[in-house]
């Protein structure tokens, strides 16, 4: 994201906890110390930048069905949130663009579409169908211009080390066998390069405001299909074993998106054809974490 801000030689605060580093490489970068719960730090550090885009990244994904996840969960992605949208007041923001998830869908029908009920089966799910929610009322409260984007699995370079893809990557990078289930889940994946640009044009489309939308290729493959692409280019398919482990009790095997809103109001829609986006990320991984 920072890359494409440049490009458009924006004034960019990076919030972040803990501490920051002392000398950015990018002069139009300032970071601010803050930690999204703490409402009082948080909103004195936005009020003294003023931005004018508000880009709301943050979020956290406990697994497992305890108490213990679902108030990790909702303290951050919703309580969080509500810190940030209320440090907002009395700023002239022209957008706040938030990131949600299909996981807020759950067990809805797919294809998924942003006007049908959701029916979400994890804490992140419904943490983050929550936090889509507040956003929407605070556009109608107050007219905060707020745009919720729900991207699908998203890849690409500098991916976590705790996703599906990234792991596989790393595995049969390394000559390790990589171990996962039968692979009949369907996904859809959409690069990370396409999702910084709808990012980007949610941000500048005033009439998006108040909105959610789909993000993703608009098309999804058995998730076997995406690891046996990945081992293909690689040359190491005998690494691959499927069936090694079980499905989850939350496993979702229909999963398919409705991209049509974002292509009619964002004029977005996904530019990187899963090959070269599976190559790209491949290489990244090589440079960074296997040079020879």
Not at 10 to 24: D, Y
Not at 205 to 233: K, W
Not at 248 to 273: H, R
Request: charged letters at 20%.
């Amino acid at each position: 994201m920072l890359g494409r801000l440049q490009e458009e030689e924006a004034e960019v605060a990076a919030v972040i906890r803990g501490k920051a580093p002392q000398r950015p490489d990018n002069p139009n970068l300032t970071f601010i110390t803050a930690d999204i719960l703490d409402y009082k730090t948080l909103r004195e550090e936005i009020k003294g930048f003023q931005p004018q885009i508000i880009f709301h990244l943050a979020g956290v994904r406990p697994l497992g069905r305890s108490w213990a996840a679902i108030q990790q969960a909702y303290q951050t992605n919703l309580m969080g949130t509500m810190n940030l949208l209320r440090s907002l007041q009395d700023m002239d923001c022209h957008s706040v663009v938030m990131v949600g998830s299909t996981a807020e869908y759950g067990r809805s029908p797919a294809p998924y579409r942003e006007n049908q009920i959701q029916r979400p089966i994890s804490a992140y799910g419904a943490a983050k169908a929550a936090a889509t929610a507040l956003g929407s009322l605070c556009w109608e409260y107050f007219r905060l211009p707020v745009t919720v984007l729900r991207p699908t699995l998203v890849y690409g370079p500098g991916q976590g080390e705790h996703l599906f893809f990234s792991q596989l990557v790393r595995s049969v990078l390394a000559g390790r066998p990589f171990a996962m289930t039968a692979g009949e889940q369907y996904r859809d994946f959409v690069y990370i390069d396409d999702v910084i640009e709808a990012l980007w044009l949610a941000a500048n489309t005033p009439r998006a405001a108040g909105g959610t939308f789909n993000i993703g290729s608009g098309f999804s493959i058995p998730l076997r299909q995406m690891a046996e692409s990945v081992c293909s280019s690689i040359g190491c398919t005998d690494l691959l074993h499927m069936g090694a482990k079980p499905y989850g009790p939350d496993e979702q095997f229909a999963y398919c998106v409705d991209i049509q809103l974002a292509k009619q109001v964002l004029q977005w829609q996904p530019f990187t054809p899963l090959e070269q986006g599976v190559a790209a990320t491949i290489e990244w991984f090589r440079q960074v974490h296997h040079k020879k």
